[in-house]
C-alpha cells in the first residue's frame, strides 16, 4: 500500500504554542499539498504546491519543504486547528499518495 | 462555487455490485480530471482512481484495479465509480475530488456499508 509516512502519528499542542507535522515523500521533485479534515466531516484542501495556502486558510499556517521531506508549521495553535491532516503527493506512480495522518489535539 | 455531491451509496451485501455517481457544479466539469478516494472507518484516506477530461486516460491504485471502474459523463457533470465483488474490507466513506497537481476540492462523502 502506498501511503507517505507522517511523524508524529497524534499530538496534542497547547494554544499559541508551535507545532510542526513532517511528511516523506516517495521521491523528490514532487508536488506536495496538505488537506485537513475535522472529525465528521470531508477533508478540505490546506496548503498547496509545497507552501500556498488555500483560499481562507489562516497565515499561522506555512508549508515547506524539498526533495522528499516536507513540512506542515502552525506559528501559534490555536482551539480551532485540532484536525488530522495528511499530506498528498502528486504527481508519481500512482499519481496521487496521502500520507498516515496526523491527528492534532488541543492540549 | 464548487460543488460535489455523491450520492448511491447505502448497505450492499458481500460480493455485490453497487454504482456511486456524483454530480458536479459551480465549475466547468470537462475541464478537469476527476477521482475518488475512500477512508474507511477511523482510518486514513486512500487514492482509489482518476479519470481525465475526455475519458482517454484512467489511472487506478493497483491493488484495487481489477475491482473499481470510474467513468464520466461530461453532458451530465456526473463522475461514477463502479464496484464490484465487493467485501468487508470496501465499507468506507467514498469522497468524489477534483484534481489540479492532486486533490483541490472533495465532495462531502457517500457511506458504503459491505455486510450481510
Known amino acids: 500500500e502506498n501511503v507517505l509516512p507522517q511523524s508524529p502519528t497524534t499530538m496534542a499542542a497547547s494554544p499559541g504554542e508551535k507545532v510542526t507535522i513532517t511528511c516523506h515523500a516517495s521521491?523528490?521533485?514532487?508536488?506536495m499539498n496538505w488537506h485537513q479534515q475535522k472529525s465528521g466531516t470531508s477533508p478540505k484542501l490546506w496548503i498547496y504546491?509545497?507552501?500556498k495556502l488555500a483560499s481562507g486558510v489562516p497565515d499561522r499556517f506555512s508549508g515547506s519543504g524539498s526533495g522528499t521531506s516536507y513540512s506542515l508549521t502552525i506559528n501559534t495553535m490555536e482551539t480551532e486547528d485540532a484536525a488530522t491532516y495528511y499530506c498528498?503527493?502528486?504527481?508519481?506512480?500512482?499519481?496521487?499518495?496521502f500520507g498516515s495522518g496526523t491527528k492534532l489535539e488541543i492540549k | 462555487e464548487v460543488k460535489l455531491v455523491e450520492s448511491g451509496g447505502g448497505l450492499v451485501q458481500p460480493g455485490r455490485s453497487l454504482k456511486l455517481s456524483c454530480t458536479a457544479s459551480g465549475f466547468s466539469f470537462n475541464y478537469y480530471w476527476m477521482g475518488w478516494v475512500r477512508q474507511a472507518p477511523g482510518k486514513g484516506l486512500e487514492w482509489i482512481g482518476e479519470i481525465n477530461q475526455d475519458s482517454s486516460s484512467i489511472k487506478y491504485t493497483p491493488s484495487l484495479k481489477d475491482k473499481f471502474t470510474i467513468s464520466r459523463d461530461n453532458a451530465q457533470n456526473t463522475l461514477y465509480l463502479q464496484m464490484s465483488k465487493l467485501g468487508s474490507e470496501d465499507t468506507a466513506i467514498y469522497y468524489c475530488?477534483?484534481?489540479?497537481?492532486?486533490?483541490?476540492?472533495w465532495g462531502q462523502g457517500v457511506m458504503v456499508t459491505v455486510s450481510s
Open positions: 475530488v477534483r484534481e489540479i497537481f492532486g486533490v483541490d476540492y
Open positions: 504546491d509545497t507552501s
Open positions: 521521491s523528490s521533485g514532487l508536488n
Open positions: 498528498q503527493q502528486c504527481c508519481s506512480t500512482p499519481p496521487i499518495t
